[in-house]
């Protein structure tokens, strides 16, 4: 099915349609996680593949049009040839590989018992992926949230900011299907009623991280998807209204600096950077207070940085 | 044997196939696309090596002693995110190059930056005759 | 005065003085500086002397960039005497290049004064230079600084003939010499110039010979065949820059560099052994007879001399190569023999373009008596060339014939024979029509017209040199044999 | 304080960068991010007092022991690129204000700072980090930026160049994320010190040499080693002027630091030259390059390009003295990564200073600048004679250790071709040498002035530096010497 769904992607000669294929191959690629027990993943696959990049894709081809020439023959040969090496490497490579599914794997070895066993007690919460992300591997979520801040200020630098300052009118081309959403009364019932939820989803998502599947990306992720989602249906004047550019602009970094000050507090406090020990008398409540205000400092980055690009993409497009 | 492989050669093909979108397409967009199917199959991979059979989602609670791997689930949440910061900028870019080039496609890009060399040398030689 | 210090003050002297009178803007004032400079850094390197001839061997670190290789400066015999002879010349073409300069109404004499300053530093540093890294820093300086001097004239003639200049120097000297440099650092991991030589027990006798002929053609300021051409290209350049440079700061720097490989780095006994100088030896002997063969041909004065110091050079090599204590005294001494009448020469034939704007030989007949004291210098400068007492040369001519007799090669004796006949033969003429021909009859003036006596008195002096040289021979001996041809016994 | 250097030095400019961001005026924000790369470099340097000699830094991030949290792990080799990144990158950015005045709207400029910042806080994690997911987290964050500093570029063809480039760059950046999931489920960690201790004994183990391969082609793709030097060319030349400067002396030089620290200490010496070959590789490609590249480079009348296509060359050295395995190679490619890195970061900067002035890097309009701006003609021609590698340049100290190490295996056919590469690194520094003091100036051109001090003062003191580094070496060739000798496991 998968496999099938990617041919279709190549052979698509519609961008709208390949978009939507690959929406829908991220789609089932996010169910396979979840029945890889990655629930985490495919959580956020689900909100980043099928949602919100599909989302950017369908803002850039309202932008740049929507069919593909079809490819040349000639030209196919040499990365056809390139990917087959890659490949034959890769197959020549999984001989070797631990058995799918084996516990024996060296993977689930040497490091990971450690998380298993140790973390409810050293770091407090029940989900392992929440400890790992937030305590042990925090430096790299750290390096996460300023990959994605750095995409936003790269997006910022090449289109602009959401507001409007250039007075070049260009001729209308908005994002696609907007129009017809726009008129349809029923989208805009049910979406009445699925923005607030939605948003409500997200806060719920981001405080629950600790217990089950979620945190401080899912939550931005989904509260991103809302507030676009209100911009699709209402314009983006009236969501531009509801959140202003101008300050949006600023809270990516505020996250990112949130982010940085729990760990830099705790170097105050004597203990090394991003260890949350510090942050309170007791060990474990650092842990538990540290993990909070950090997930909080990945949501709000997470959600305005994509609130943000979401923005400048349809400012190009009025 | 063949059944403990199996899923690691059908992301291989995934991967390939996401590999040979981006090379072989004109589109710019496309090979964004591309860069994302590839990307997702990486995801896979990395998401089955962590599986354990019989396991579950690495979650503590009662009743359950064996856990799949969170160590892979972590480094595949960021690259999840990387990956989405990636097509933002490749599809600013694209958008880009769409209002400076009027097309988005690799061939006719290449033809108009060859023509505008070729004007450049003309341009340089004529200055060169003047002076 | 600390002796390190003195060492270094011969290289900060010259560029001082170059930086000072390239502020100066009146032309005496920047001439006069000119004449201080080239005579504070004689009398300092006469200061070395005493250091010397007690058989010390002052010397300084400036920098250490690379593991086993400084950047250090360094007294020994052979680089004294050259700058010596450099330093001491450099007092009389600056008194002559002042009235050359004037007289011909150069433009640019004050980049042309700082170019030369800048010269003499590089040829000082050659000569001090503690090790080959050390020399071939100042070995590239000095093309460098002698490139602005060729092109002096700016015009398209003048722009040729520093390309192949800068052309040949260059490609000879990162391709082989460098090359060579290198590979003598990983056989042996220093480059430090030792008695007795640093090679001797780290290579076979194939790399030996690949190694000096590398070193041999990449010193293309030797001008070796078939990397000559740039001398007579550089001719372009004002006469001060061919006398002083071309015939004795720049070429002799090539074979200095040359002789002092052989003596420092490969050791005369490994020269012997292996053999490591045949091709080199008659590539030289090749070079001596070919160049004396062409100089014959050269009707422009300029030119013919340019050749004839192709062919001289060649000796220096010859003698080098034939690696025993005659050959070494031999070259020694043509450097400096051929220093002294070369530039006889040299200034002669720019006093002569001064006073008469004439170039080609075949002009000059019976300018013997318009120019009397000019030709005579001249006639005494050829003599002492080609190697007759009681002039200079002979002195050098003879060891070197000693030398190759010792070494039993008999084709060399033969060569060095019929090299000084056609010595006679292009460079006689030149003096003998100026007095015995007739002057052409286009009704010339007669009475004598010298060039300026600024370009007058120095040829004067020099020619003067070449036979003061001749009664000095023993002490130039005494002094060269000062040189250590063999490590210290242990 | 001493303690918590090693994250003190990432902090200081990761979060100046935010910061930066949030302010609207472009003036204060320059000032911000030129003290907090300063302060970089000085925490830098004192990084590098602190492992002088050998030592080695680890620093626990979040307090967590490796391999479980994650490990930063400095010793000589990632001191000195960080003092390479910092102090290089500084002196971009201390002239970058003047040399945005004209070329964006102002309020950009915060933006643009940003981007540096957050490239060069990326570069230095990259090089401090001990853990191999962790590089690939800090690449991304400096392949985004770049990408979006390249686009910046005036000339539409920078869109078109840095587009290239994230695709090469994302497909180079998936196959390190394959080869870190190799090793991974392979070793089962992700702390390097941790995998050099445990890959060895999987060294049969085809899922490690399919990562080895993987990794290789990578990071390759990141250096730009011949002939995955494609996108190169065109980034550098149509990027903005400092940031090619900036690129040059920078992004390429960390990727090829993680290569020599994943091959040397990750994989292993042995595994990687004994059992993968890695040099049988790397020498017919680097020689190549070296020659290819330095052809094309002489026949570009674009100053910009050619010396892009001269950084081709360049890298092509520094890969060669991987590919000689022994130490006086490995010296040659660290020395030579610090020493290009800062030449040709000067290269770029007095171009800029030029381009600044003529609106043009076209070869024939450089004609006669050697009189009208002789300040920055000046440093020009001191760098060009380090790139050449004259003696007593830092070029030279590179290029000898290289070409000592070629004698040293007995290629003495591969050291003349080396030399000869240098000679075409003549012809091509000396046309635009020749050009610029010995041509006249167009009539255009007359009144073409030097530029602002603010900029002279940075393209000067690469100059200075580049005569510094080729008298003493300790800095340079010392470490580098040191190094070499650890990751190749000789002298201890």
Known sequence: MLVATVIIIIRMEKLMSAVLMTSFFSLIVSSIFMVLDAVDVAFTEAAVGAGVSTIFFLAAIAIVGRVSKPTQRKKQILPLAIVLCTGAVLMYATFDMPRFGSPDAPAQQHVVPRYLNESMAEVGPPNIVTSVLASYRGYDTLGEVGVVFTAFIGVFLLLGAGTRKSGIERTANPVAGVESMRQSIVLREVSDLVIAPVLIFALYVQWHGDFGPGGGFQAGVIFASGIILYALIYGIVPAQKLIPPRKLAYLPAVGLLLYAAVGVYGMLMGANFLDYDAVAHDPLHGQHYGILIIELGVGITVAAVMINIFFSFSERSL | MIAGLFNYWVVIILMMAGLYIVMSSRHLVKKIIGLNVFQTSVFLLFISMGKISGGTAPIIADGFTAYSNPLTHVLILTAIVVGVATTALGLAITVRIYEAYDTVDEDDIAEMDIENENKETAVSTVVAKNT | ?490 | MIYQLPAIVLLLTLLAAPICSMIRNGDIAWKLAVIAAWLSVAASMALMHQVWGGNEISYHMGGWPPPWGIEVRIDELSALVLILVTLFGSLVITVLRESLRTAMRSHRHSLYYTTFLLCMASLIGITITGDAFNVFVFLEISSLSTYALIARGRDRRALTAAFRYLIMGTIGATFILIAIGFMYMVTGTLNMADLAVRLPEHADNRVVQASFAFFIVGIALKIAIFPLHYWLPNAYTYAPKATTAFLAATATKVSLYVMIRFIFDVYGVEFSFKQMHIDALLLPLSVAGIFIASLIAVFQSDVKRLLAWSSVAQLGYMSLGIAMVNVAGLTATVTHMFNHAMIKAGLFLCLAAMIYRLNSSHIKDLAGIGRSMPLTTGAFAVLGAGLVGIPLTAGFVSKWYLINAALENGWVILAVMLIISSLMAVAYIGKIIDVAYFKPAPAQHKDVKEVATSILIPCWIFALLTIYFGIDTRLTAGVAGRVAETLLGVGL
């Open chain 3, 1 to 490: 005065m600390n002796e390190s210090i003195l060492l270094l003050s011969t290289l900060i002297v010259p560029l001082a003085g170059g930086l000072l009178l390239s502020l100066q803007s009146s032309a005496n004032t920047r001439d006069a500086i000119s004449l201080v400079t080239a005579s504070i850094l004689f009398l300092l390197v006469l200061c070395i002397y005493p250091y010397v001839l007690n058989g010390d061997a002052p010397g300084i670190i400036l920098a250490k960039p690379i593991e086993g290789v400084s950047f250090a400066l360094q007294v020994e015999p052979l680089g004294l005497m050259f700058a010596t002879i450099a330093s001491g010349l450099w007092i009389l073409t600056t008194i002559y290049g002042m009235g050359y300069m004037r007289g011909a109404n150069e433009p640019n004499q004050t980049r042309f004064f700082f170019c030369f300053a800048l010269s003499i530093t590089a040829v000082m540093g050659i000569a001090f230079a503690s090790n080959l890294l050390t020399l071939f820093v100042f070995y590239e300086m000095l093309t460098l600084a002698t490139f602005p001097l060729v092109t002096h004239k700016g015009n398209e003639e003048a722009r040729r003939g520093g390309r192949t200049y800068l052309g040949i120097l260059l490609f000879t000297s990162i391709g082989f010499l460098l090359l060579a440099t290198l590979w003598t650092y990983s056989l042996t991991g220093t480059l430090d110039f030792r008695a007795g030589g640093i090679l001797a027990d780290n290579v076979t006798p194939t790399t030996a010979i690949i190694l000096l002929t590398l070193f041999a053609f990449g010193t293309g300021k030797a001008a070796l065949m078939p990397f000559h051409r740039w001398l007579p290209a550089a001719m372009v350049a004002p006469t001060p820059v061919s006398a002083l440079l071309h015939a004795v700061a720049v070429v002799k720097a090539g074979v200095f560099t040359i002789l002092k490989i052989s003596i420092y780095i490969f050791g005369i006994d490994l020269i012997a052994e292996t053999g490591a100088g045949t091709i080199a030896l008659w590539v030289a002997t090749f070079t001596l007879t070919a160049a004396s063969f062409i100089a014959l041909t050269k009707d422009n004065l300029k030119a013919r001399l340019a050749y004839s110091t192709v062919g001289q050079l060649s000796y220096v090599i010859v003698g080098a190569m034939l690696a025993n204590a005659a050959g070494i005294i031999g070259a020694a001494m043509q450097i400096a023999m051929h220093a002294m009448g070369k530039i006889t020469l040299f200034f002669c034939a720019g006093a002569i373009y001064i006073a008469t704007k004439k170039t080609q030989i075949s002009d000059m007949r019976g300018l013997g008596y318009k120019m009397p004291f000019t030709f005579a210098a001249f006639f005494i400068g050829s003599l002492s060339i080609i190697g007759l007492p009681p002039l200079g040369g002979s002195w050098a001519k003879w060891h070197l014939l000693m030398g190759s007799i010792d070494a039993t090669q008999w084709i060399i004796v033969g060569a060095l024979l019929l090299s000084s006949l056609l010595n006679i033969a292009y460079l006689i003429p030149v003096a003998a029509r100026a007095f015995y021909a007739a002057p052409d009859s286009n009704g010339q003036p007669h009475g004598i017209s010298e060039a300026p006596m600024l370009c007058v008195v120095p040829l004067c002096i020099t020619a003067a040199g070449t036979i003061l040289l001749f009664f000095f021979g023993d002490a130039l001996n005494d002094f060269i044999s000062l040189i250590p041809l063999r490590a210290p016994a242990q």
